[in-house]
């Protein structure tokens, strides 16, 4: 498959039953049952794990085997795409959420992969908007879906400049949002419950990505990554939007043939083929995804 969608699923289900077996359902339930039933979230998520992982590679082989490991720090990214990191390289990675009910369920579910990891995995709660690691403190930080999430008014934009503080100079920076041909702020439910997230146009991505990161960066790549228009996508979507979270949980086995089917990419900011949402979220929208990579200046 064009993104390795068989070897995420694959590794995925393998580090939840392996949970499963040693834990049970300490972890909580739904992190558990998810963990077997649901290893990657979403059909969306396998070329950000794909491109991603390869920034990672690319940076392990130019490093060489004499050199201290990568420092990686995530920013409340996917706890799985960490664990698959350490798993299959030198690393050090410090993997961070602002709630410990993001980031504490996960520490029972790393433990019986640690032993056959090539790398090493520190949990601790951060805020990207102020985050409280050194200037230059690590080789590699990326935040997968995350930052469109972090409310006011310039939020993200405060979240995308502290993680370039903390890169060392000539570091690499590799960020994903949503992304759609028209600006929209989602929100639904309240108190405990509240969602909200961004989707981005190519003038907010401007605005609140690249314009908050001149002078210093050095170079920038962006891919957009795009659902090829079809009727089975569209069908898949009102799928998605008409059952109960819990029963597409079941149904996550799903997700490396949708991937496969509906995913493609593209190089540079190109409006998405296909896409439909609005101001009020639902499981049933349809928009693409943005990865934007920048490295670090020498002398910033």
């Known amino acids: 498959m064009k993104y390795r969608e068989g070897g995420y ?24 049952a998810s963990a077997v039933l649901q290893p990657i979230n979403s059909y969306t998520r396998f ?10 590679a690319a940076l392990v082989e130019d490093r060489g085997a004499d050199r201290p490991p990568l420092r990686i720090l995530d920013v409340g990214s996917p706890k799985l795409f960490g664990f698959i990191l350490a798993r299959r390289y030198d690393i050090d990675l410090t993997t961070t959420d602002i709630n410990p009910l993001n980031l504490d369920p996960y520490v029972p579910l790393w433990a019986p992969l640690r032993r056959r990891a090539r790398g090493r995995v520190r949990f601790e709660l951060r805020d990207a908007r102020r985050l409280s690691d050194p200037d ?40 994903s949002v949503p992304f759609g041909p028209v600006f929209k702020e989602q929100r639904t439910g309240r108190g405990d419950l509240r969602f909200f997230q961004r989707i981005y146009d190519p003038c907010s991505v401007e605005k609140h990505i690249r314009e908050p990161l001149q002078g210093q960066i050095d170079w920038e790549n962006l891919r957009t990554i795009d659902r090829r228009p079809s009727f ?27 991937s496969a089917a509906f995913n493609r990419d593209r190089r540079g900011m190109v409006e998405p083929r296909i896409a439909a949402y609005g101001g009020f979220h639902r499981f049933g929208d349809i928009y693409g995804d943005l990865i934007f990579t920048a490295r670090k200046k020498a002398g910033a």
């Open 9 to 32: 699923y694959r590794f995925g289900l393998a580090a939840g039953l392996s949970s499963f077996v040693r834990n049970g359902f300490s972890p909580g339930f739904r992190v558990s």
């Open 47 to 56: 070329p950000e794990f794909h491109f991603m992982e390869r920034e990672v």
């Open 136 to 175: 230059g403190s690590y080789d590699f930080v990326y935040a997968m879906s995350v930052v469109e999430h972090i409310e006011g008014t310039a939020g993200d934009a405060a979240a995308v400049r502290e993680m370039v503080r903390v890169l060392k100079p000539g570091g690499r920076l590799a960020v």
């Open 232 to 258: 089975a996508l569209r069908a898949y979507h009102r799928l998605r939007g008409g059952l109960p979270e819990s029963l597409m949980t079941a149904l996550g086995g799903l997700n490396p043939l949708a």
